[in-house]
Structures are given as C-alpha cells and as structure tokens.
C-alpha cells in the first residue's frame, strides 16, 4: 500500500470504523457504495485530503469516481498534486 492509501487508511480506521480490524480495510474496498462514508463522512474525508495533501477539491469532484476506493483516492489526491496550481 502506498503512502497516500496508508495516510487515508489510518485515517478512516480512526475516525469512522475505530472498533473495524484493519485488515479488513483494504484498498479495493467500497467506501462510498460499502456504507463506510455517508455524505457527512465524504465531506469530513474531503477536509483531511484538502488539509494533508495540500489540494483543492471541487464539488464535482467528490463522487465515487474518485473517493470510492483507497486505490482511486490515491489517484485522485496524486493527479491533483501534479496539476498546476489553480488548474482544475
């Protein structure tokens, strides 16, 4: 697991599955579909991507296609980091 998916992982253990074993979070997991974030969580989630990685996330850009997995949220957080600044 890289990084990124390690930072994420942690996070999510912690905050919104504390009592889950952590194996169990892997990085194919459904986070959005799985139940695992609800609207509030995925906002929550959002604010510590934007605040540890140094991104900006736009509204459209908080569906599934992005935040469903570990995997797609390490893609996702990486694409935006090598984007320039401002771009979207």
Do not use: C, W
Not at 46 to 56: A, G, H, K
């Amino acid at each position: 697991m890289d990084p990124i998916q390690s930072t994420v992982k942690d996070y999510i253990l912690q905050e919104f599955l504390p009592d889950a074993d952590a194996s169990e979070l892997t990085a194919a997991t459904p986070l959005i579909s799985g139940g695992i974030l609800d609207s509030l969580a995925t906002v929550r989630l959002v604010m510590f991507l934007e605040e540890n990685f140094d991104i900006e996330v736009q509204a459209h850009e908080t569906s599934a296609d992005n935040l469903e997995t570990l995997e797609r949220i390490a893609g996702f957080v990486r694409a935006k980091q090598a984007a320039p600044k401002g771009g979207k």
